[in-house]
């Protein structure tokens, strides 16, 4: 590992990322904007948003930056840019780092607009750290970095890595709580559950904005720090220089 090409690979995308304001826009807007829509669907329920706030503040931001990582990451594949970085002293360890590196700082600015968006324009009632709530967001968004990273290893076409969501992305939101507590699932689902990042991502933004403090909050983010982690150390492993 090189952290000066993984620098210069971060550098090089958010420089390709500044010259497109659709991507900027998705990853940055979009997800408020999903926020603000379910706020105004329950704005004649009281206390429904304040519910289900939490849960789709973990949502958004995960599935967004999974999906642009995992295409961004894919057509630099296909277009044989990654080959020819590949054919430079820069290796799979720092491609994976300096795209982990710019997508991370978007996942903080995504964070900080998004849950400023909620509790200052929705309404969510939040009784812990504001601070807590944006770190929630940010490790959750850096969850769908990395597993977007991991999956467009798997994948051919753009398409296909949008196919992975059923897999990879439906069955986090079904089980991770925003339909269902998790604790009045059946057993077996909620053992599955529970080996469901993203459902212990919900578990530690629920716990901020109930005023919940110590292994509460702690404990689920950790969690889903170490998956991110994971997904990170494998990608490099499955990475391929270009797609057949």
């Known amino acids: 590992m090189n952290l000066r090409r993984a620098f210069a690979t971060?550098?090089?995308?958010?420089?390709?990322?500044?010259?497109?304001p659709r991507s900027i826009a998705l990853m940055l807007v979009a997800p408020s904007l999903l926020v603000g829509l379910f706020a105004w669907l329950f704005s004649d329920q009281e206390g429904v948003f304040d519910r289900v706030g939490g849960a789709i503040l973990a949502l958004f931001p995960f599935i967004v930056m999974f999906l642009l990582t995992s295409i961004t990451t894919l057509r630099e594949r296909r277009s044989?840019?990654?080959?020819?970085l590949m054919s430079t002293p820069l290796g799979k360890v720092d491609f994976i780092l300096g795209y982990a590196l710019a997508f991370g700082l978007m996942a903080v600015l995504q964070a900080v607009i998004t849950v400023a968006f909620?509790?200052?324009v929705c309404g969510l009632t939040v009784d812990?750290?504001?601070?807590?709530?944006?770190?929630?967001?940010?490790?959750?968004?850096?969850?769908g970095t990395a597993l977007g990273l991991l999956a467009s290893a798997f994948?051919?076409?753009?398409?296909?890595?949008?196919?992975?969501?059923?897999?990879?992305?439906?069955p986090q939101i079904i089980l991770g709580g925003l339909f269902m507590p998790r604790d009045q699932m059946p057993d077996v689902l909620y053992a599955i559950s529970d080996w469901l990042p993203l459902s212990h991502a919900i578990d530690a933004i629920q716990a901020v904005?109930?005023?919940?403090?110590?292994?509460?909050?702690?404990?689920p983010v950790l969690i889903v720090a170490a998956f991110a982690v994971a997904f990170l150390v494998l990608a490099p492993l499955t990475l391929r220089r270009r797609t057949p």
């Open 10 to 20: 971060a550098g090089r995308v958010l420089h390709q990322l500044r010259h497109d």
């Open 80 to 84: 044989g840019t990654l080959e020819r």
């Open 155 to 170: 994948a051919r076409t753009e398409f296909q890595a949008v196919q992975f969501m059923p897999l990879l992305v439906f």
């Open 128 to 143: 812990g750290p504001l601070w807590q709530l944006g770190l929630v967001a940010v490790v959750d968004a850096l969850l």
């Open 209 to 219: 904005a109930a005023g919940d403090e110590g292994s509460d909050v702690a404990g």
């Open 118 to 120: 909620a509790v200052y």
